[in-house]
């Protein structure tokens, strides 16, 4: 069975940071190609940012400076470090695993930035 779990979301002020966890299991971790996205009730679903089994990574721009995600492929775990938080990144954050045709999507986590 595979699960994606997040954790790490939470109400911070504006200028603050987070850092988001998401543990996998029961995917050969080290070949996926990880991601966060983030959703709001008026917007679709968006990348944030990307790594992949190369550990290349790649941002939105929006989030460029200020965000940065990482892999440990020993804890199976991805993580997305969220500094100089602004309110417009209010949104529930998910977890996102691919390879080729395969997708699997955690539960999501909500990041709340306000003062």
């Known amino acids: 069975q595979v699960q994606l779990v997040e954790s790490g979301g939470g109400l911070v002020q504006p200028g603050g940071s987070l850092r988001l966890s998401c543990a996998a299991s029961g995917i050969a971790f080290t070949v996926y190609d990880m991601g966060w996205y983030r959703q709001t009730p008026r917007k679709q679903r968006e990348l944030v940012a990307a790594?992949?089994?190369?550990?290349?990574?790649r941002y939105a721009d929006s989030v460029k400076g200020r965000f940065t995600i990482s892999r440990n492929n020993a804890k199976n775990t991805v993580y997305l470090q969220m500094n100089s938080l602004k309110p417009e990144d209010t949104a529930v954050y998910y977890c996102?695993?691919?390879?080729?045709?395969?997708?699997?999507w955690g539960q999501g986590t909500q990041v709340t930035v306000s003062s």
């Open positions: 790594i992949t089994s190369g550990r290349s990574t």
């Open positions: 996102n695993a691919a390879l080729m045709e395969t997708d699997y």
